[in-house]
């Protein structure tokens, strides 16, 4: 799986948006973009993935540049309940193996 | 409902004791996984389950044993406990590789070796 780089620390103003950055620059045609988090004490929680198209649910967007080497996940009105570390995974969608190779993520402290 | 359960919440023994954490899932899934997520925050990959047969045994001590009875349950035991496995430990579950498999953990055993 392609590695990912991520900023080690970013800060939000509450009620803002969180726009946090991933570059990918090695990644491979049928790669995807996953994107986690872990608060505090708890479990990794899927937050969004894709593949080159950008992506919205209810919790975030996931917006991929046309050259598919950097991302970046968009938060819209951030809270303090998203205080947590923020990983950006690069891996085959539903691959072989199917474990997540995490690195050190950003942690995003939501400020009042 | 607890989708991800994981027994016990914490786990405090001595060097050389045998302990076993429980996981288990009621989504569905045909794929189990345990991590290990050490006291720098690394989340790492141990092993993975696909309809009780283990797809991934990642670089870990033979004193590591996963169990699978069924697709909803993958327990971890540890034989000879040492310092160094101090750590928390996360189960998570997915659907079977070749589809969407988001992955869900648990809330994570915190085990302490003294």
């Known amino acids: 799986d392609a590695k990912t780089t991520q900023p080690p620390s970013m800060d939000c103003a509450e009620g803002r948006a969180a726009n946090l950055p991933c570059n990918h620059s090695?990644?491979?045609?049928?790669?995807?973009v996953y994107w986690y988090r872990q608060i505090h004490s708890q479990g990794p929680q899927y937050i969004i993935h894709?593949?080159?198209n950008n992506e919205t649910n209810e919790m975030a967007s996931l917006i991929i540049t046309e050259d598919r080497k950097s991302s970046t996940l968009i938060l819209p009105h951030a809270t303090l309940r998203d205080t947590a570390v923020y990983y950006c995974?690069?891996?085959?969608?539903?691959?072989?193996?199917?474990?997540?190779?995490f690195g050190k993520g950003t942690k995003l402290s939501v400020k009042p | 409902d607890t989708a991800v359960s994981q027994t016990p919440k914490y786990l405090v023994t001595q060097m050389g004791n045998d302990k076993s954490i429980k996981c288990e899932q009621n989504?569905?899934?045909?794929?189990m996984y345990w991590y290990k997520q050490d006291s720098k925050k690394f989340l790492k990959i141990m092993f993975s389950?696909?309809?009780?047969?283990?797809?991934i045994n990642e670089t870990v001590p033979n004193r590591f044993s996963p169990k699978s009875p069924d697709k909803a349950h993958l327990n971890l035991h540890i034989n000879s406990l040492e310092l160094g496995d101090s750590a928390v430990y996360f189960c998570?579950?997915?659907?079977?590789?070749?589809?969407?498999?988001?992955?869900?953990f648990g809330p994570g055993t915190r085990l302490t070796v003294l």
């Open positions: 389950y696909n309809n009780k047969e283990l797809i």
């Open positions: 998570a579950s997915s659907h079977t590789v070749g589809r969407d498999n988001e992955q869900f």
């Open positions: 894709g593949l080159k």
């Open positions: 995974i690069v891996r085959v969608y539903g691959g072989s193996q199917g474990n997540l190779i």
């Open positions: 090695t990644i491979s045609g049928n790669e995807y």
């Open positions: 989504l569905g899934h045909d794929t």
